[in-house]
């Protein structure tokens, strides 16, 4: 049985004419395919034919307890009793700065913003400001959202030296100078960098799990590297833990790979997707918000009421229930019932990252950096997605994006889950060629 989408692709056509590529935001535009949704409930999507879905994409991360629940919504309405944007503060902003630095011991002081975008923003205006220096470094395959410094790439098969590219028109390219770009779990590059331009190099940003790249994650001895390279060179060590924080631990990848970051930026499954974000770091550097010769930093939106409440909330949960434990033992169990049916096929196959976001590779060697996923089968990956988008499992068709597990996937959702795959997976081995699949089996 495969879904209709004759609503959305009607639909489709309308938004097309009113919104470029139909969509709010580029990365929801999946041409003829693009769906929409109609309403959510826990894990799950239906969408306007009233298809409906498993989710693993979960708004890209955010909705770490599952859609509309309904603590998280109690507490926004009350945040909205208060009146949304004030111009004003409000007392619920310490009260989740300290929820937020209680589990985030880096986190000694806290500001608000609204996406990952604006905090990552911040953060690395204030790196430059604490560090006074303009130039910073980024790790492949990392995402750091859509400002312009940090839109800049290099191709997984591209030439190190030279190949860094923006990821976006519109990048003025006198900036280009300002970013360098270093490979995953191998120090060697980024002390080369650091010796050469360490008196220019004010910030180091990392994904420590990559987010954007499979949940590639990095080795202990290279984050420790990573931490004296950035005390050795006096950078900043900013880790964005805009997919990672508040769901791979309490304390977020810090906690997790027992790393203190100068300054971290947060966002995701702060507010069950609730638009919220937060910068947060050394209070030394921290204090240089504001005020005299300090950074701007700010925004009519920052701290909404609304949002804050949903985040009070959220963190409440995450903090003192089992969630956390609940969300890694289903995707500890979802990974065993995969491999198990891949194992079952002959297909070699690795997961990576954590439990609660992983990477699914059709290979047989653990990808250590972004150019390492390049060699795994993908094809195989997209496909294989696409089949399972049919059957109502929803997974991004780009195996760089992680399988994200809410506290809300169920015994049930498993079940569904691994029965689907296993129909998928035969479909598309039916379909292609023996050439593709031999290269993974
Ligand atoms: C690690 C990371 N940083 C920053 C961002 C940007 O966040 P936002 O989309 O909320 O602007 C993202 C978005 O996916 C991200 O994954």
Not at 260 to 275: E, Q
Not at 350 to 369: C, D, I, Q, Y
Not at 408 to 419: F, G, N, P, Q, S
Request: glycine share 10%; net charge negative; charged share 25%.
């Amino acid at each position: 049985m495969t879904r209709s989408l004759i609503k959305s692709q009607q639909h489709y056509k309308r938004a097309y004419d009113q919104l470029p590529l139909g969509v709010s935001s580029n990365f929801r535009a999946w041409e003829e395919n693009t769906i929409f949704a109609a309403r959510t409930k826990g894990p799950r999507i239906w969408d306007l034919d009233d298809n409906e879905y498993i989710d693993y994409r979960l708004g890209y991360g955010p909705t770490i307890l599952g859609y509309c629940d309904e603590r998280v919504d109690a507490a926004a309405r009350r945040g909205m009793e208060l009146g949304g944007t004030i111009g004003l503060s409000t007392v619920r902003e310490a009260v989740v700065a300290e929820r937020i630095k209680k589990m985030v011991p880096s986190a000694e002081l806290v500001r608000f913003a609204n996406s990952g975008t604006e905090a990552v923003m911040a953060a690395l205006r204030l790196a430059r400001a604490f560090s006074g220096k303009d130039e910073h470094v980024m790790i492949e395959g990392c995402f750091h959202g859509h400002f312009d410094s940090v839109l800049f790439e290099i191709a997984p098969d591209e030439d190190r030296d030279g190949g860094v590219k923006p990821s976006s028109a519109g990048v003025p390219k006198v900036l280009r100078d300002l970013a360098h770009i270093v490979p995953l779990n191998d120090a060697n590059p980024l002390e080369d960098v650091l010796k050469k331009k360490g008196d220019s190099i004010g910030a180091l940003m990392i994904e420590p799990i990559l987010g954007n790249a499979g949940s590639i994650m990095a080795e202990e001895q290279y984050m420790q590297d990573v931490r004296s390279l950035c005390d050795r060179f006096d950078v900043v060590m900013l880790v964005d833990e805009v997919k990672t924080g508040f769901r791979v631990a309490r304390g977020g990848v810090q906690e997790l790979m027992g790393v203190r970051a100068d300054l971290c930026t947060f966002a995701k499954a702060l507010g069950n997707g609730y638009p919220i974000s937060a910068l947060a770091g050394r209070e030394e550097i921290m204090r240089k918000i504001g005020g005299d010769g300090g950074i701007a930093q700010g925004g009519t939106y920052a701290a909404h009421s609304v949002p804050l409440a949903a985040a009070e909330k959220t963190l409440e949960i995450l903090d003192e229930t089992d969630a956390l434990e609940t969300i890694a033992a289903y995707g500890t169990r979802l990974q065993e019932g995969i491999g198990g049916i891949l194992t079952d096929r002959g297909i070699a196959h690795v997961f990576t990252g954590h439990p609660s976001m992983a990477g699914l590779f059709f290979t047989e060697v653990l990808p250590r950096n972004y150019r390492e996923w390049a060699n795994t089968n993908y094809d195989l990956y997209n496909a294989l997605a696409l089949e399972l988008n049919e059957l109502g499992i929803l997974c991004e068709p780009d195996s760089r994006e992680p399988w994200f597990i809410c506290a809300a996937h169920d015994d049930a959702c498993l079940a569904e889950t691994l029965e689907k795959f296993e129909t998928a997976l035969s479909t598309v081995l039916t379909r292609m060629s023996s050439e593709t699949v031999k290269s993974v089996s």
